[in-house]
């Protein structure tokens, strides 16, 4: 008889301690290089999300702050070097287009101005310390030639079209080759006429009657804008509760605005103004030592930017040159300039920009 199983017996068999400890190793080194391969991906992501930041935000600063530099003390035909504005409009913020197009302004670490002539009430909140404010004045590049002859001097204006939209409140000038009239305006007619009356104008005739509709010598109408800008406490706080800055505008052509934020992430403002001397050279110099604004032709301008949240691995410890000043981390010996203590990414952003309008001085 066959005593033998049908199936050979076979001893089982399995992983043993041993292999399962080196396989449970492999794996956690495998875990910890996927790991640390994410954490370095969303480390990377983060930096490379600052980076755009703080380029999107020098970028619009820098043109929206060139640009107008560039329009500085516009108005039309007449040079306002050679052909002074005659002011009408009452609560006007210049006198003198000539000298107040360009004016700079620097806030010291006290809370005192220097090289100001705005009371600091327009600014609508006190600016940075240590931070410059800019004031740029002049026509709008949005202009309109009259659509007829003014019937006289104190009559009202007819525009041949509106491309700034003007409405009651703002200022315009009214130019010609040889006359500017700086106006408020009390109403537009018919979206197109413009009606300047004794409530908002000191008085209602203009310097003459603008007659030329056409050709080089034409009357010509635009908006006035007179800016402001500073560095100012945004009132929001970063994810690491450090204090946003940002750039902001003032319109002091109009009375008891509000100063607009533009972008945020500026953390400081440096402006250095390149005035011509007798002999035709330009000095560069800082609103203080500035000792004639009619004769400023060009502008430098330098801003820190930041991130808007932490994305370094550690504390900025850079110091930064804006143009003749530099600004280092908190707590730096000796450092009058600083900035906070944190891990937000920098960078200074630079740009020179021409006074076009002043070309011929």
């Not at 199936?7 to 301690?17: I, T, V």
């Not at 399962?20 to 490379?48: C, P």
């Not at 409140?169 to 006359?179: F, K, L």
């Not at 808007?308 to 003749?324: I, S």
Request: proline fraction near 2%.
């Amino acid at each position: 008889m066959n005593t033998q199983p049908a199936f050979p017996r076979r001893r089982m068999a399995g992983f043993s301690l041993v292999e399962i400890m080196v396989a449970i190793l492999v794996s956690l080194f495998l875990l910890t290089g996927v790991l640390q391969l994410y954490l370095g991906n969303q480390q990377t992501s983060r930096l490379g999300s600052g980076v755009s930041e703080i380029e999107q935000t020098g970028r619009f600063a820098l043109n929206e702050l060139s640009g107008n530099l560039r329009m500085a003390a516009f108005q039309g035909c007449a040079d306002a070097n050679r052909v002074a504005a005659n002011v009408l409009a009452r609560n006007a913020p210049t006198t003198t287009l000539a000298t107040s197009a360009i004016l700079g302004f620097s806030v010291t670490t006290g809370g005192s101005w220097t090289g100001g002539r705005i009371p600091i009430n327009w600014v609508g909140a006190v600016p940075l310390a240590g931070s410059d404010v800019l004031q740029i004045q002049g026509g709008s590049r949005s202009v309109s030639n009259l659509a007829s002859a003014m019937s006289s001097a104190s009559a009202n204006v007819p525009l041949a079209s509106n491309p700034d939209n003007l409405t009651a409140g703002e200022m315009a000038i009214i130019a010609d080759c040889t006359a500017a009239d700086l106006i408020r305006i009390t109403s537009v007619t018919g979206g197109l006429t413009l009606v300047y009356s004794i409530a908002d104008n000191t008085q209602t005739t203009l310097s003459k009657a603008y007659t030329n509709t056409t050709g080089l010598n034409a009357a010509q109408a635009m908006r006035f804008n007179s800016w402001v800008y500073f560095v100012r406490d945004s009132g929001r706080d970063a994810a690491d509760g450090s204090a946003i800055f940002s750039l902001y505008r003032l319109d002091t052509s109009r009375q008891n605005q509000a100063a607009q934020e533009l972008v945020e992430g500026v953390e400081r403002l440096r402006v250095l103004y390149g005035e011509r001397s007798g002999t035709d050279a330009i000095r560069y110099r800082a609103a203080a030592n500035v000792t004639d604004w009619s004769q400023v032709v060009a502008v430098r301008v330098a801003l820190l930017a930041a991130s808007r949240d932490p994305v370094l691995e550690a504390a900025d410890t850079a110091t930064y040159t804006l143009l003749d000043q530099s600004v280092a981390k908190a707590g730096t010996s000796g450092a009058t300039l600083t900035y906070p203590n944190d891990q937000r990414l920098r960078r200074v952003f630079t740009a020179s920009a021409n006074v076009r309008n002043r070309r011929d001085l």
